[in-house]
């Protein structure tokens, strides 16, 4: 029986009812009731928690989030763009060691810099879908505006490149019954993510040492092109990876799938 939102929901509901024949029963021990009441609660709250924050649980909505564990390759994504300072310097880095990556885009930002989001795609990487907003809220609008805000981006998407876009990652890696709403009404595809950089809260040594210690074939990393520190952590990640023979590959050639419809 998979972990996931439906089976937790229905095992609670289950014990919910249970408890509520004991607690109408006559001679039954009431302390043990709240008792039994408070754990099922607690144990599904937690669940509940966990699997919106983990994204690797597919507790919500099936998410891809690695790659094959038997070959040496590894995808590389980076969130929160296109930003006008660093997004253009960083696909210079990736071209000069023939790298391509994932950019997972940002609907509003796309917006202010159409011309970055055109020379992400010339030069051969691949583009997803980040929201409209990215707001702090996201997680609290319902399905409907969650699905208004991945059908806005993929229309200014199509506006700028005329490609369909299918990949979606949902922002904070959060999801919940709202989202898996809104991806199923949109036919777009949960990308997760295996390994987190936590790029934007360390130092660049740190972030690479995290990394280095935590790599395995497969991997898809998660990283940020609105991080100043983005350059100097892919130059070493790409250093270290040409030395123990890593393969950096888009995404579509690590999970075999096809990022955008066919029109
Ligand atoms: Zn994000």
Do not use: C
């Not at 599904?44 to 989030?65: D, E, M, P, R, V």
């Amino acid at each position: 029986m998979a972990f996931n939102y439906k089976n937790t929901s229905l095992i609670y509901l289950v014990i919910s009812f249970i408890i509520l024949l004991f607690a109408i029963s006559k001679n039954s021990n009431s302390y043990l009731i709240i008792t039994v009441a408070i754990i099922a609660s607690a144990l599904y709250l937690t669940a509940l928690f966990f699997g919106s924050y983990l994204i690797q649980l597919n507790f919500h909505t099936k998410s891809i989030n690695r790659g094959n564990k038997n070959t040496k390759k590894i995808s590389i994504t980076f969130d929160d763009g296109p930003n006008p300072n660093i997004t253009s310097k960083l696909i210079e880095t990736l071209e000069k060691h023939h790298i391509k990556a994932t950019f997972f885009l940002i609907g509003e930002k796309i917006e202010q810099n159409p011309e970055i989001v055109k020379l992400i795609f010339e030069k051969g990487h691949t583009i997803g879908n980040h929201s409209f907003t990215h707001s702090n809220l996201f997680d609290l609008k319902t399905a409907k505006k969650m699905f208004y805000e991945i059908e806005k981006t993929n229309e200014i998407i199509f506006k700028i490149l005329g490609l369909k876009i299918k990949l979606f990652r949902p922002p904070f890696g959060i999801t919940n019954p709202m989202l898996a709403k809104a991806l199923k009404n949109s036919k777009m595809q949960s990308i997760g993510w295996s390994l987190r950089s936590l790029d934007t809260i360390r130092t660049v040594e740190k972030t690479i040492k995290n990394i280095k210690s935590k790599l395995k074939n497969g991997d898809i990393i998660l990283f940020h092109d609105n991080n100043p520190k983005i350059i100097e952590i892919i130059d070493e990640l790409i250093l270290f990876t040409q030395k123990n023979g890593i393969e950096i590959v888009g995404i579509e050639n690590l999970l075999n799938i096809e990022p955008y419809e066919n029109i």
